[in-house]
Structure formats: structure tokens, C-alpha cells
């Protein structure tokens, strides 16, 4: 498993074209911690603060701090990370942020501060809009898994099912430039999977049955013949 992951982070590369540096995850603040990564690349390895930190399924986090030759990312699962998220499309924005929760193990992603009036179906895919200048646009972030919570004519927010999952890599890719890295090529077959698989959670509707013919009951007595008497 870990040989195979490890080769389709050197695909995830490939597609990306130049501008990362690979790294290996050191170890975490606590054994079922995601909220930061310690990373084996730091300065002298070109790293800095603000650097994009992914995983071939999609965003993981960020570079906070830097050593000469170990830096520590803040992911996704941190109480303080946020990113300017869009839907796929790129017609519905917001804001994605973790759901305060006490328990790194069950934190998840939430979009926020959508409008009452735009709606987005389960397994539609939110990614980064590249606002602000840290993510590139693109980055695939989670899929819609339902409506978290709403403000009646005000406010929608949605629940997300991220696509990375701090708490298990062990490998990743530090992005060092918005250029010339081909984002959407990059990670078109992870949206593809996830959108799909979201597809699988959600049970098909099954048409309603069609109303059965009225039973007609037999009669108990004979009728008679035509023309005939009772």
C-alpha cells in the first residue's frame, strides 16, 4: 500500500509539472492528531511560509512555520485554517473552514457563507478559488454531503466530505508557485473519483409503482340469461 501511494504522488507530479518539492511526514503532535504535519523539507529546500501542502487526493493544508530543514504545515483540520473555496462550476462561493469540534478524528469540512438562494446538490465538488494568492484555483477540497445548517433568507452553510485526510499521509507535495503547475489536469481524476463515489453514498430514487387495476369481485349469484326471468 505505502509503495503504491507513493507512486501515484510521483504521478501526481508528473502531472503537475515543475514547481513542488516532495516530502515525507515526519511525525504528528499526537498519533491520531491532523490539525499540523512535520515535515523533512524546510529552507534550504526552497520551502516557505504559505506554501500549499497536497496529497494526490486533494488539499491538505499549508506551510505555517520554517527551519533550515524541517517545516511544520497547519492543515485543514486545524481550528484556524480557511481557504476562499467555489463549486466546481465556479458559480457559487464561500468560504471553507473545519466544523468546530472538540476531536481532531471527527472534524470535517464545512462551506460557508453561501447565499440562501444558491443551492448545491450532494456530491458536487468544491475547490479553491485561487483568492488571495496561497491556493491556486482548483484544488479540489470535498464534495457537498448535505446542508450543515442555515440562516432562514440569509445564509446557507453546507457540510463538506474532504477528499484529503491528514491524520493518514505520510507523503506529500509542498506546491512552491502558482506557475506553471496544470492544477486542474493534475487533479481531475480525484474530483472524478470522489464525485463518483459520493454518487455511490447516495441511494437511487426508485420510481413510485403504478397503480394496480380495481378488483373486480366475483359475484355470488348467476346472472340469467339475456331475455330470460329471474
Request: proline fraction near 10%.
Amino acid at each position: 500500500p505505502e509503495s503504491a501511494r507513493l507512486r501515484t504522488l510521483l504521478g501526481l507530479g508528473e502531472r503537475l509539472g515543475p514547481g513542488f518539492v516532495s516530502a515525507e511526514v515526519l511525525r504528528q503532535t499526537l498519533p491520531t492528531d491532523g490539525r499540523t504535519l512535520l515535515l523533512n523539507r524546510g529552507a534550504v529546500d526552497g520551502v516557505k511560509p504559505f506554501s500549499p501542502v497536497v496529497s494526490p487526493e486533494g488539499l491538505v493544508g499549508v506551510v505555517r512555520e520554517v527551519d533550515e530543514r524541517t517545516s511544520i504545515a497547519m492543515t485543514w483540520a486545524h481550528p484556524e485554517f480557511r481557504v476562499s473555496a467555489v463549486s466546481e462550476a465556479g458559480d457559487i462561493a464561500g468560504i471553507a473552514a473545519p466544523t468546530a469540534v472538540g476531536d481532531a478524528s471527527r472534524t470535517t469540512l464545512e462551506f460557508r457563507a453561501i447565499t440562501y438562494r444558491d443551492t448545491l446538490p450532494d456530491g458536487a465538488l468544491v475547490v479553491a478559488s485561487g483568492l488571495g494568492g496561497v491556493y491556486p484555483r482548483g484544488l479540489p477540497l470535498g464534495v457537498v454531503a448535505g446542508v450543515e445548517r442555515e440562516q432562514m433568507g440569509w445564509e446557507r452553510v453546507y457540510r463538506l466530505r474532504p477528499l484529503a485526510h491528514p491524520s493518514v499521509v505520510s507523503q506529500v507535495l509542498i506546491l512552491q508557485g502558482l506557475e506553471p503547475l496544470r492544477i486542474p489536469a493534475a487533479f481531475a481524476e480525484a474530483g472524478r473519483a470522489a464525485k463518483a463515489a459520493a454518487a455511490a453514498r447516495t441511494p437511487a430514487s426508485t420510481p413510485p409503482a403504478a397503480p394496480s387495476a380495481p378488483t373486480v369481485p366475483e359475484s355470488t349469484s348467476a346472472m340469467p340469461p339475456s331475455g330470460g326471468s329471474p
